[in-house]
């Protein structure tokens, strides 16, 4: 039940399109729901968070969408770059606690 | 300032070794921790500290020393380390727990590698 499910694990998607990845969880406590970019050899970055009071939070190409009844929440990347090319990890986590349950993480990466 | 640092970033040591890692933030942020990543995995979560204290421990062995001098430093004490253990080690922060607080901020991590 603590678990976070992600698919796809890697992703190749044209420079200019649109990438998806998709995260499942059980726990209906979870209320807060960020998405991480990581580059190799560095740390995670947070890259945009939601909360399930709202259906989808958009921060320039990158938009969360969340489904509260299907407990899933998925990342899009709009006009996908070469840049964008990294391992990004969904998380969930509860008020009250420190741990975030990180997903296993896609690999994607954008094609020029 | 949304700047998590660690030093060093790269550190190789044998088995007999004693080392630290270091860990700063200036962000104000009461909550500290470190996680374990290995390649192509998640971050797996080893320590929290809250105020300066202790708060989650997850069954780390005790070769793993964590220590938290003051709100702003965190260390990872290293002794009698195993090959297995080399590893991404990454530190991150954030104001607490609960609603608009529990956004972690990563450090860029140490590179470790037990010989």
């Known amino acids: 039940q603590q678990q976070v499910k992600q698919s796809p694990q890697s992703l190749i998607v044209q420079k200019g399109g649109i990438s998806i990845i998709n995260c499942a969880y059980e726990?209906?406590?979870?209320?807060?729901f960020p998405w991480y970019q990581q580059f190799p050899g560095k740390g995670p970055a947070l890259l945009i968070a939601?909360?399930?009071?709202?259906s989808e939070k958009k921060e320039g190409r990158f938009t969360i969408s969340f489904n509260k009844s299907a407990k899933q929440f998925s990342l899009h990347i709009m006009d996908s770059q070469p840049g964008d090319s990294a391992t990004y990890f969904c998380?969930?986590?509860?008020?009250?606690?420190?741990?975030?349950?990180f997903g296993t993480g896609t690999r994607l990466k954008v094609l020029a | 300032d949304t700047e998590v640092t660690q030093t060093p970033k790269h550190l190789v040591m044998g088995m007999t070794n004693k080392k630290s890692l270091k860990c700063e933030q200036h962000?104000?942020?009461?909550?500290m921790y470190w996680y374990k990543q290995k390649a192509k995995k998640p971050p797996e979560l080893m320590f929290v500290?809250?105020?300066?204290?202790?708060?989650i421990n997850e069954s780390v062995p005790s070769r793993f020393s964590p220590e938290c001098p003051n709100s702003s430093l965190l260390n990872l004490h290293l002794h009698a380390l195993q090959p297995e253990d080399s590893a991404l080690y990454l530190c991150?922060?954030?104001?607490?727990?609960?609603?608009?607080?529990?956004?972690?901020?990563f450090g860029p991590g140490t590179r470790l590698l037990v010989l």
């Open positions: 991150a922060s954030s104001l607490g727990q609960g609603p608009k607080r529990e956004t972690q901020y």
């Open positions: 726990n209906t406590a979870f209320d807060y």
């Open positions: 939601i909360r399930p009071d709202v």
């Open positions: 998380a969930a986590t509860y008020s009250g606690t420190y741990k975030s349950i």
């Open positions: 962000m104000g942020h009461r909550a």
């Open positions: 500290y809250s105020y300066e204290k202790l708060s």
